[in-house]
Each structure stands twice: as structure tokens, then as C-alpha cells.
């Protein structure tokens, strides 16, 4: 019987794939053998994402934060507003392709898409929340929900219904939340010269040689995903704690050990926020770290880096080419990573970089 | 944070790896006689270079920079630092100067031995001016710590042979330059050594502080010291005895009957390891298991440096790498050599050679 | 039975120790010299530019980090290297690491320095097997 039913799922992922071609550029998405797709579960998801009734106070859904007409971020603002207007420490990351990160979160502190999503509901400056329960009850007492939930995972009994279920059915709607089919990747993987500008296609260049940027934001020969899903410390804001890194790192550690929640933490207290990969792993050489993001439709979600502190590209191709800050006169902190220094680009160079970029905007469906 | 006390620590034969294995998470070991252990931390061969005018060579600046901001990070402090060698690249005051500046940024006392690099320059007489001496003992904690200068060589080579310092200099730089010739300790040093230890029982655990091996690892390379042989007849007779080493600028441990070598990594830039030069033979130990290749986009890739534990005598020796994971090699009190717990199927018993 | 002994022993001395049979109308030891002697000194041009602190603007050194060009690993190319994202040339790595450690300016693939170079690097690696792709 077990096996029959992950057959059918199959059958139905591939189905599913047919139906949309994998844009152009992109790999084919990890689907975790446990929760595979279906049209269903990812209709549940889709249906769960854009639910503000998840919410303390019934206004803020995951789509708040993950606007699809934003690129799935939140732009223009640094850090996100979730329940009352209440902001967080960090700049909402594009849900775009996050599929296929190897970890979830600036600082990767979720390892998949699955464990991230049961974060927000109760983050007190997101979804306010005290608990999974109330979301719990939400679903299963709403008779379409119960019906969809039944349906997908095949459950009898109402309270047979987890927040795994809930998690997984989220997930899978983020697995179809993918893009490619940029100017770019017609230019680079159809070798369609006029896709792109000259412009960008000299930005390219340095993108790929003097800018030093494909090192991390990664282009292979068949795909592209311009995110190599490890972490830098690239000296963004770090200066804000490098006075009292020992102090904090110790509390911040302790705290851990005490069981206080790292997504609390993280997103209520500025300083815990700057430690990075740090509050995770524990080692130094993680310190001011966070993951790499995709570089795809990068237009569309300004402000930029973990806590939008940098407003344009422009600004951010400057922050690169002084290895590092943009105001003449920063700091480079001591734990900067080995792969930033100055680049020495001149400002036809840093123009054509920006035009690059704007060229990794994906077609809306 | 657990605790291990040394009954259950002498039982997993003396190596553990730190649960977050950072030195602000080092767990203090609840020892009989805590007061006997210590820790501190070893730094080496930055080769800070100068290029002109106020300009210095920034990669290996901030190698050595981010070495110094982690060993400040350190909890428990450290009692001290030694600095392993070839703190500049051409010794040149301006580069000595730079290197000693970052240093001094370092908030723990700090040693220093003498490197190839410091040296041929000016025959060590302005790193001498600023360190103090090249050769020297000192006890701590009821340890007898020594460091030698061994890198010296023969007075023909130093002597006849360059038009200045600055060309033998040059030559001696040039790891693989066939014009270079072999590290060795020298008989003044040797006796001083022998001498230093009449009066130091048997008992005492013994710590060696050199640049080059003290083993005979690979002739082209100078991973050598000439008179290796000699240095460690003398010190076999103590029980315990650790040697630590810079030059290499890669991750080697070894055993050669009382002694336990551990190299240093480098601030600057790792180093092939022999193996990988199909040309020549080499005779690294078996035990070392290697780091994997490096990536040079990731300018820290495959450097570092260690804080070493010394518990009742025995090193265990924690790498703190910033593009690889983290290392721990200590003494397997059982087996009788060093050893990385996590890596130990992929090593095996050590041969004899210098 | 003499005869035969005596041949084999020469075809593995002409050989050099492969597998092939001695050949016809072979290269004469003077053509051989030569050649042998071109090369070797298209291979020190090659490790002069490995240790020229002017390769680069900063005055670091290719032999620095690849004594006896450990590590350049000829034998693998061509290869995909991360740091350009493409199955690459050995000429287009060692201008990767001018650009990068040298922070330097890149050679025309042709250039003679460049040739130079891929000349001491494979001389270095003198009968490894090839082993394309490999990492
Ligand atoms: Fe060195
Ligand atoms: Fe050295």
C-alpha cells in the first residue's frame, strides 16, 4: 500500500514538471524524498502563504513580507514590519529560488524550507503568535482547509494533522516559486548575443573576472544559480559590534545553551543579529557571516544585504570595489572573509556592472 | 558546558574535541592539580611584504591581522603567545616593523622564534634588536619550555658566498630555490641546549619551540633541519617531550619515540604538501592526515592558527581555520602518538625516521 | 634466442620504457639533443617568470605558493574551475592567479612568458598521468 501511494506521488512530480518546463538556467529543484510534490499540496501551500488569519493579529501572512509583486520581498523597507508595524533586524530575502539553498535564513540556522516555515507564526515581531496551536485549530476546523489537508495526506483523523503537515504543504508551494529565463540566460545558455546589452555584457566580464564576483554568487556551464550557499563576512555593519564582539559572542552563546529561541533572538536584538553564521555554529571564523543571496531579480528587491542597509546597486558595486564599505574612511573589520578586497574598478566598469545586473530579471508568469 | 575530569579524559586516551571547539567555548578541564595546565596560542609565518612607500602586500597583512582579533577573543586568556617565524617576507625593517605593529594589537605576552625570513637579511640583527634573543629557556607551570634558532646554516653559505644581504636573503626565500641550502641548529646551540637540560629531572615535560622541523621531512623544501638527528638524541631521554614548528604552512603531526611534533599553520598562504611534487622523494609522516587543497579565491583559505591545551605536559593542539573546518589533534595517550580523532581511520602508526 | 633478447632489450631502451615498438628511419640523437635543449630553455624562461616579482604589481611570486609548480596540476586540464565557473585551459588559470595573488595584469594567451610557463609547470609534472577533469 505504502508503496503505491509513492508512486502515485511520482507519477504526479512528473506530471507537475511537464507542465512547467524548468526555466531556462536554472537545475532541476531538490525535492526532498519525504515530501514529494503534488498540484494539491502545492495549491494547500500556496493557499497557507497568503493566509493572514495566521497572524496574532489577522493582517500579516507570509506573502506580507514575500509580496510576489515585489520579487518576494518586502522593498522598500530595511527590515521587515510584521504584527502592529513591529520591525525586525533583518531585510526579508527574495523566497525566489530559495528552494534551492542548502540552508534557510541569512545565517542558514533552518536547514530547509520545511523547518523555516514553522518559524514565522510565532516570531513576535512577525506573525505574533504564542504557539502553533491556534493554526492548528484554524485548520482543522476550517472545513476547506481540512478537506485539502485530508485529501494531500491522505489523514483520517483531524488530530492526525501536524504542523509538519502544514510545513510541508508550505514548502512544496515555495518549490514552485522558482526562476530563470532572464535575459541573461538566453545570452549565456542559448547563446542569444542580442538578449543582453552591450553594456551587460561587458559587466558580465567583470562579473566573472575583475569584479571577483563568481566565486560566490556562482555560474556554472548548465545553471546558474548566483549563490554558492556558504557564508561571508563581508564587513556589512559588522562595525556596529566589533567593540564588544567577546562580551557578545559569550552572552549570546549562553543564552543559546540557556534554550532561549534563536529566532527570537536574532530578530529582536540588533547585536545578536550582526553575529551571523556565528550564533549557529559557534566558531569564530563565522563571525559577521551570512549566506550568500541569489543575485536573480536583484532589481526588484532593494535594500540590499541582511539588513538593507545599502539602498542601490550602484552602492552596493562601490561597497565591493573598496573591498568592502561605502564611505570612504570605514572600517574593515579583522574577520573580513579572504574573498573581498579592493577591485580597483573604473566607473565605465562599475556602470557596466549594475547594467549586468539588472539583466537577471526573470519574465513575470 | 561539561566538564571532563581527567580520569574519563585519560580514558578516551587523552584527545577530545571541544563541544563548539572555540577558544571563547574552551572547556577548562577540571584537572587534580589545575594550577600545572595552561593554554596559549601560536601564530606564525605571516611574511609580511613589502611593496614600496607605506604599501604592504594585503593579503598577508590581513592573515596576520585576523589571527591577532581571534587570539584577543580567547577565554580563558591564554598565559601567552609565541609567534612560530617568518614574520616578514624579505626581512627588511620596514617589514619587521609593519609585523611587529600588528602584533602588537595582541593583548597576551608574547614570544617569538626566529624564521629563514627574519633572518638572512641582516643575520637576525634587527629582529634581535626588537625581540631579544634567538635562542632561549624558560620554565612555566612546571614545564620547561626551550626555543632554538634553527634555521641557521653554514658559515661558507652565510658567509662567502652573497654579494649582500639582500641577495642571500632573496636566495634563502625561494623555498624551492636549488641555491638555497639546509636549516640546521649548529653545534654552539646544540651544546647550549644539552647544557640548558642538566638540570632539568627527567619528569619535567619538555616543549620545543623551532621554526624549521626538527625532523627530516623533504630535503627540497627545506621541511629539514641537517643536524635533526642530533637535537633529538638529546632530548629523547626526557619522558615527555612536544616540539612545535612553523615553516611547512600546512597541518603536520608526527611521533619519533619521546617526541611529538606538531607543526604550525601560516597566517599568510598554505603550502602543497611534498607528495604533490612528483620529481623528488619525501618521507612525511604517515600519521599527518593532510588538509584538502585550497581554494586562492578565499584569500584565508587553508590558513590559520592554533591554541594548544597543555594538559599535565601534553598537547592538544586546535586549529582555528577560517575557510575549513575546525581541527583538533592531541595526545592518544594509548597509542602513544598525536592524533585527529575525527580523521583517525585515515591515519596510520608512525614510522621511525629523524 | 641471443637475437631476440638483444632486441627487445634495445626497443625498451629507444621506448624509454613504453610500450612501443621501435620505429623506422628514427630521429637522430642530435635532432633529439636539440629539440631536448629548445625546450629546457623555454622551460627556464618559464621559471624565471615563476619567481619575477614584476609578473604581478605586488611584488608576490607564482613559486611562493607553487615551489617547483606543486599543485598547478597540468595534468587536469582542461578542467571546471569554480573561481570562472567554466571548463577552462591551463593558460586561463594561470592568468586567473596573475589577476588574483599578483594582483596583476593578464597575458595574451600566446604570449611567450605564457607559453613559457605552461612549459616549466608540465616539465615539473614530468610523467603524471593525465587526468582530465580531475579535482
Ligand atoms: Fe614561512
Ligand atoms: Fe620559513
Given at each position: 500500500?505504502?508503496?503505491?501511494f509513492?508512486i502515485?506521488?511520482?507519477?504526479?512530480?512528473?506530471?507537475?514538471?511537464?507542465?512547467?518546463?524548468?526555466?531556462?538556467?536554472?537545475?532541476?529543484?531538490?525535492?526532498?524524498?519525504?515530501n514529494p510534490?503534488?498540484?494539491?499540496?502545492?495549491?494547500?501551500?500556496?493557499?497557507?502563504?497568503?493566509?493572514?488569519?495566521?497572524?496574532?493579529?489577522?493582517?500579516?501572512?507570509?506573502?506580507?513580507?514575500?509580496?510576489?509583486?515585489?520579487?518576494?520581498?518586502?522593498g522598500?523597507?530595511?527590515?521587515?514590519?510584521?504584527?502592529?508595524?513591529?520591525?525586525g533586524?533583518?531585510n526579508?530575502?527574495?523566497?525566489?529560488?530559495?528552494?534551492?539553498?542548502?540552508?534557510?535564513?541569512?545565517?542558514?540556522?533552518?536547514?530547509?524550507?520545511?523547518?523555516?516555515?514553522?518559524?514565522?507564526?510565532?516570531?513576535?515581531?512577525?506573525?505574533?503568535?504564542?504557539?502553533?496551536?491556534?493554526?492548528?485549530?484554524?485548520?482543522?476546523?476550517?472545513?476547506?482547509?481540512?478537506?485539502?489537508?485530508r485529501?494531500?495526506?491522505?489523514?483520517?483523523?483531524?488530530?492526525?494533522?501536524?504542523?509538519?503537515?502544514?510545513?510541508?504543504?508550505?514548502?512544496?508551494?515555495?518549490?514552485?516559486?522558482?526562476?530563470?529565463?532572464?535575459?541573461?540566460?538566453?545570452?549565456?545558455?542559448?547563446?542569444?548575443?542580442?538578449?543582453?546589452?552591450?553594456?551587460?555584457?561587458?559587466?558580465?566580464?567583470?562579473?566573472?573576472?575583475?569584479?571577483?564576483?563568481?566565486?560566490?554568487?556562482?555560474?556554472?556551464?548548465?545553471?546558474?544559480?548566483?549563490?554558492?550557499?556558504?557564508?561571508?563576512?563581508?564587513?556589512?555593519?559588522?562595525?556596529?559590534?566589533?567593540?564588544?564582539?567577546?562580551?557578545?559572542?559569550k552572552?549570546?552563546?549562553?543564552?543559546?545553551?540557556?534554550?532561549?529561541?534563536?529566532?527570537?533572538?536574532?530578530?529582536?536584538?540588533?547585536?545578536?543579529?550582526?553575529l551571523?553564521?556565528?550564533?549557529?555554529?559557534?566558531?569564530?571564523?563565522?563571525?559577521?557571516?551570512?549566506?550568500?543571496?541569489?543575485?536573480?531579480?536583484?532589481?526588484?528587491?532593494?535594500?540590499?544585504?541582511?539588513?538593507?542597509?545599502?539602498?542601490?546597486?550602484?552602492?552596493?558595486?562601490?561597497f565591493?570595489?573598496?573591498?568592502?564599505?561605502?564611505?570612504?574612511?570605514?572600517?574593515?573589520?579583522?574577520?573580513?572573509?579572504?574573498?573581498?578586497?579592493?577591485?580597483?574598478?573604473?566607473?565605465t566598469?562599475?556602470?557596466?556592472?549594475?547594467?549586468?545586473?539588472?539583466?537577471?530579471?526573470?519574465?513575470?508568469? | 558546558?561539561?566538564?571532563?575530569?581527567?580520569r574519563?579524559?585519560?580514558?578516551?586516551?587523552g584527545?577530545?574535541?571541544?563541544?563548539?571547539?572555540?577558544?571563547?567555548?574552551?572547556?577548562r578541564l577540571?584537572?587534580?592539580?589545575?594550577?600545572?595546565?595552561?593554554?596559549?596560542?601560536?601564530?606564525?609565518?605571516?611574511?609580511?611584504?613589502?611593496?614600496?612607500?607605506?604599501?604592504?602586500?594585503?593579503?598577508?597583512?590581513?592573515?596576520?591581522?585576523?589571527?591577532?582579533?581571534?587570539?584577543?577573543?580567547?577565554?580563558?586568556?591564554?598565559?601567552?603567545?609565541?609567534?612560530?617565524?617568518?614574520?616578514?617576507?624579505?626581512?627588511?625593517?620596514?617589514?619587521?616593523?609593519?609585523?611587529?605593529?600588528?602584533?602588537?594589537?595582541?593583548?597576551?605576552?608574547?614570544?617569538?622564534?626566529?624564521?629563514?625570513?627574519d633572518?638572512?637579511?641582516d643575520?637576525?640583527?634587527?629582529?634581535?634588536?626588537?625581540?631579544?634573543?634567538?635562542?632561549?629557556?624558560?620554565?612555566?607551570?612546571?614545564?620547561?619550555?626551550?626555543?632554538?634558532?634553527?634555521?641557521?646554516?653554514?658559515?661558507?653559505?652565510?658567509?662567502?658566498?652573497?654579494?649582500?644581504?639582500?641577495e642571500?636573503?632573496?636566495v634563502?626565500?625561494?623555498?624551492?630555490?636549488?641555491?638555497?641550502?639546509p636549516?640546521?641548529?649548529?653545534?654552539?646551540?646544540?651544546?647550549?641546549?644539552?647544557?640548558?637540560?642538566?638540570?632539568?629531572?627527567?619528569?619535567?615535560?619538555?616543549?620545543?619551540?623551532?621554526?624549521?622541523?626538527?625532523?627530516?621531512?623533504?630535503?627540497?623544501?627545506?621541511?629539514?633541519?641537517?643536524?635533526?638527528?642530533?637535537?633529538?638524541?638529546?632530548l629523547?631521554?626526557?619522558?615527555?617531550?612536544?616540539v612545535?614548528?612553523?615553516?611547512?604552512?600546512?597541518?603536520?603531526?608526527?611521533?619519533?619515540?619521546?617526541?611529538?611534533?606538531?607543526?604550525?599553520?601560516?597566517?599568510?598562504?598554505?603550502?602543497?604538501?611534498?607528495?604533490?611534487?612528483?620529481?623528488?622523494?619525501?618521507?612525511?609522516?604517515?600519521?599527518?592526515?593532510?588538509?584538502?587543497?585550497?581554494?586562492?579565491?578565499?584569500?584565508?583559505?587553508?590558513?590559520?592558527w592554533?591554541?594548544?591545551?597543555?594538559?599535565?605536559?601534553?598537547?592538544?593542539?586546535?586549529?582555528?581555520?577560517t575557510?575549513?573546518?575546525?581541527?583538533?589533534?592531541?595526545?592518544?595517550?594509548?597509542?602513544?602518538y598525536?592524533?585527529?580523532?575525527?580523521?583517525?581511520?585515515?591515519?596510520?602508526?608512525?614510522q621511525?625516521?629523524? | 634466442?641471443?637475437?631476440?633478447?638483444?632486441?627487445?632489450?634495445?626497443?625498451?631502451?629507444?621506448?624509454?620504457?613504453?610500450?612501443?615498438?621501435?620505429?623506422?628511419?628514427?630521429f637522430?640523437?642530435?635532432?633529439?639533443?636539440?629539440?631536448?635543449?629548445?625546450?629546457m630553455?623555454?622551460?627556464?624562461?618559464?621559471?624565471?617568470?615563476?619567481?619575477?616579482?614584476?609578473?604581478?604589481?605586488?611584488?608576490?611570486?607564482?613559486?611562493?605558493?607553487?615551489?617547483?609548480?606543486a599543485?598547478?596540476?597540468?595534468?587536469?586540464?582542461?578542467?571546471?574551475?569554480?573561481?570562472?565557473?567554466?571548463?577552462?585551459?591551463?593558460?586561463?588559470?594561470?592568468?586567473?592567479?596573475?589577476?588574483?595573488?599578483?594582483?596583476?595584469?593578464?597575458?595574451?594567451l600566446?604570449?611567450?612568458?605564457m607559453?613559457?610557463?605552461?612549459?616549466?609547470?608540465?616539465?615539473?609534472r614530468?610523467?603524471?598521468?593525465?587526468?582530465?577533469?580531475?579535482?
Amino acid at each position: 500500500m505504502k508503496k503505491i501511494f509513492s508512486i502515485t506521488a511520482i507519477v504526479l512530480f512528473f506530471s507537475i514538471q511537464t507542465g512547467f518546463a524548468e526555466p531556462l538556467g536554472l537545475p532541476p529543484v531538490p525535492i526532498p524524498a519525504d515530501n514529494p510534490q503534488s498540484k494539491a499540496k502545492i495549491a494547500l501551500g500556496e493557499k497557507l502563504f497568503n493566509d493572514p488569519r495566521f497572524s496574532s493579529t489577522g493582517d500579516v501572512s507570509c506573502a506580507t513580507c514575500h509580496d510576489a509583486a515585489k520579487g518576494f520581498a518586502d522593498g522598500p523597507l530595511k527590515t521587515s514590519e510584521g504584527i502592529k508595524g513591529l520591525t525586525g533586524t533583518r531585510n526579508a530575502p527574495t523566497i525566489l529560488n530559495a528552494a534551492f539553498m542548502k540552508s534557510q535564513f541569512w545565517d542558514g540556522r533552518e536547514p530547509d524550507l520545511e523547518g523555516q516555515s514553522k518559524g514565522p507564526f510565532i516570531n513576535p515581531v512577525e506573525m505574533g503568535l504564542e504557539n502553533h496551536d491556534p493554526i492548528l485549530t484554524l485548520v482543522r476546523d476550517d472545513r476547506a482547509y481540512w478537506k485539502m489537508f485530508r485529501k494531500v495526506f491522505g489523514l483520517k483523523k483531524k488530530n492526525a494533522l501536524t504542523m509538519d503537515h502544514v510545513a510541508k504543504a508550505i514548502a512544496s508551494f515555495e518549490r514552485t516559486i522558482i526562476s530563470g529565463n532572464s535575459p541573461f540566460d538566453h545570452y549565456y545558455f542559448t547563446n542569444n548575443k542580442a538578449a543582453m546589452t552591450p553594456s551587460a555584457v561587458r559587466g558580465f566580464n567583470v562579473f566573472l573576472e575583475q569584479g571577483r564576483c563568481v566565486s560566490c554568487h556562482t555560474v556554472s556551464q548548465t545553471h546558474a544559480l548566483f549563490t554558492d550557499s556558504r557564508f561571508h563576512n563581508l564587513n556589512v555593519n559588522f562595525n556596529s559590534i566589533s567593540g564588544g564582539v567577546q562580551a557578545l559572542a559569550k552572552r549570546q552563546q549562553q543564552e543559546k545553551a540557556d534554550g532561549v529561541d534563536l529566532d527570537v533572538s536574532i530578530l529582536t536584538d540588533k547585536a545578536v543579529a550582526e553575529l551571523g553564521r556565528f550564533v549557529v555554529t559557534g566558531q569564530w571564523r563565522d563571525i559577521g557571516a551570512f549566506k550568500t543571496p541569489t543575485l536573480r531579480n536583484v532589481d526588484l528587491t532593494a535594500p540590499y544585504m541582511h539588513d538593507g542597509s545599502i539602498k542601490t546597486l550602484e552602492d552596493v558595486v562601490d561597497f565591493y570595489n573598496n573591498g568592502g564599505f561605502v564611505k570612504a574612511g570605514d572600517p574593515v573589520n579583522s574577520f573580513q572573509s579572504g574573498g573581498i578586497r579592493p577591485l580597483g574598478l573604473n566607473d565605465t566598469q562599475k556602470a557596466d556592472l549594475v547594467a549586468f545586473l539588472k539583466m537577471l530579471t526573470s519574465p513575470l508568469n | 558546558m561539561s566538564i571532563i575530569n581527567r580520569r574519563t579524559l585519560l580514558k578516551t586516551g587523552g584527545t577530545f574535541v571541544a563541544g563548539a571547539c572555540l577558544p571563547l567555548t574552551n572547556i577548562r578541564l577540571a584537572f587534580a592539580d589545575q594550577s600545572q595546565d595552561f593554554t596559549f596560542a601560536y601564530i606564525s609565518d605571516s611574511h609580511i611584504q613589502h611593496i614600496k612607500g607605506t604599501k604592504f602586500v594585503r593579503n598577508w597583512d590581513q592573515g596576520l591581522k585576523r589571527a591577532v582579533a581571534e587570539a584577543n577573543l580567547m577565554s580563558p586568556k591564554p598565559d601567552f603567545v609565541m609567534y612560530g617565524g617568518d614574520l616578514a617576507q624579505l626581512g627588511t625593517r620596514e617589514e619587521l616593523d609593519h609585523g611587529f605593529e600588528i602584533m602588537s594589537a595582541l593583548k597576551h605576552k608574547t614570544h617569538y622564534v626566529m624564521g629563514e625570513h627574519d633572518y638572512y637579511a641582516d643575520l637576525g640583527e634587527y629582529w634581535s634588536s626588537q625581540v631579544g634573543k634567538q635562542y632561549y629557556s624558560f620554565d612555566h607551570k612546571g614545564v620547561h619550555i626551550i626555543v632554538l634558532n634553527s634555521i641557521l646554516t653554514d658559515d661558507h653559505w652565510t658567509h662567502e658566498r652573497w654579494a649582500n644581504g639582500t641577495e642571500r636573503m632573496g636566495v634563502m626565500a625561494g623555498l624551492d630555490d636549488p641555491r638555497g641550502s639546509p636549516f640546521m641548529v649548529g653545534a654552539a646551540q646544540r651544546k647550549w641546549l644539552a647544557n640548558d637540560l642538566k638540570g632539568v629531572s627527567k619528569d619535567t615535560p619538555i616543549i620545543v619551540f623551532s621554526h624549521s622541523p626538527l625532523q627530516k621531512l623533504f630535503k627540497n623544501w627545506n621541511f629539514w633541519t641537517d643536524d635533526a638527528e642530533l637535537v633529538q638524541a638529546i632530548l629523547q631521554p626526557f619522558d615527555s617531550v612536544t616540539v612545535f614548528y612553523g615553516h611547512v604552512h600546512q597541518i603536520q603531526y608526527n611521533q619519533i619515540g619521546n617526541i611529538t611534533f606538531h607543526s604550525v599553520m601560516a597566517t599568510a598562504w598554505p603550502w602543497p604538501y611534498p607528495e604533490s611534487y612528483a620529481q623528488a622523494e619525501n618521507h612525511m609522516p604517515h600519521l599527518t592526515v593532510p588538509i584538502n587543497r585550497a581554494d586562492p579565491f578565499f584569500e584565508r583559505d587553508a590558513t590559520g592558527w592554533q591554541y594548544v591545551d597543555i594538559n599535565s605536559g601534553k598537547a592538544t593542539v586546535k586549529f582555528s581555520l577560517t575557510e575549513n573546518e575546525p581541527r583538533t589533534v592531541g595526545y592518544d595517550a594509548k597509542r602513544g602518538y598525536p592524533l585527529d580523532t575525527k580523521y583517525v581511520s585515515r591515519s596510520k602508526p608512525p614510522q621511525n625516521h629523524y | 634466442m641471443r637475437n631476440i633478447i638483444q632486441t627487445l632489450f634495445l626497443v625498451t631502451a629507444l621506448g624509454l620504457g613504453s610500450t612501443l615498438t621501435a620505429q623506422a628511419d628514427e630521429f637522430t640523437k642530435e635532432d633529439l639533443d636539440i629539440w631536448q635543449k629548445e625546450f629546457m630553455a623555454v622551460v627556464a624562461v618559464g621559471r624565471t617568470a615563476f619567481t619575477d616579482p614584476n609578473l604581478g604589481t605586488n611584488g608576490v611570486v607564482c613559486a611562493q605558493c607553487h615551489p617547483n609548480g606543486a599543485n598547478t596540476h597540468p595534468e587536469t586540464y582542461p578542467k571546471f574551475q569554480k573561481q570562472i565557473g567554466r571548463v577552462i585551459t591551463l593558460p586561463e588559470m594561470i592568468n586567473w592567479c596573475i589577476r588574483n595573488p599578483l594582483e596583476g595584469k593578464p597575458m595574451a594567451l600566446d604570449d611567450p612568458k605564457m607559453v613559457a610557463m605552461q612549459a616549466y609547470i608540465t616539465h615539473e609534472r614530468r610523467n603524471v598521468k593525465l587526468a582530465p577533469g580531475k579535482h
